[in-house]
């Protein structure tokens, strides 16, 4: 697993989110708020768990990412209901989106520092 590749794919969430705002798309809601049908979540629901689900900084990456794709998930959620401008202010500065971004990637890295070159 590329952590940084991961962390780089969950901060264009933003841009995809931003996305279907634009073409007024419909998500599956289901899926974006799932923690475990991205390439990162199948990895720390599989070979992570089964090597450092003891590691601290492991069970924060988990924490931190479930609760980036509970607020994605909203968003997406706001974006189905055509709420484009509710759904627009939710992905702003300070918000509770953006600080789950800004958590998981930091969560990412975190775990990056901690396992090293055994990812």
Request: proline content about 3%; some cysteine; hydrophobic content about 40%.
């Given at each position: ?6 962390a ?22 289901r ?7 991205c ?15 003891q ?9 931190k990412?479930?609760?980036f ?8 959620a ?40 055994t990812?």
């Amino acid at each position: 697993m590329d952590l940084n590749q991961a962390a780089q794919a969950h901060a264009e969430w933003k841009v995809k989110l931003r996305m279907a705002i634009a073409k007024k798309d419909q998500l599956d809601v289901r899926t974006v708020s799932a923690d475990n049908c991205c390439p990162l979540g199948q990895w720390l629901h599989g070979e992570a768990k089964t090597r450092w689900s003891q590691l601290p900084a492991y069970r924060d990456v988990v924490t931190k990412h479930a609760s980036f794709h509970r607020e994605a998930g909203a968003v997406a959620a706001a974006i189905n209901q055509g709420l484009y401008s509710k759904a627009e202010g939710m992905l702003g500065a300070g918000t509770p989106y953006a600080n789950a971004t800004s958590a998981v990637g930091s969560a990412i890295l975190g775990l990056k520092k901690e396992v090293g070159s055994t990812v």
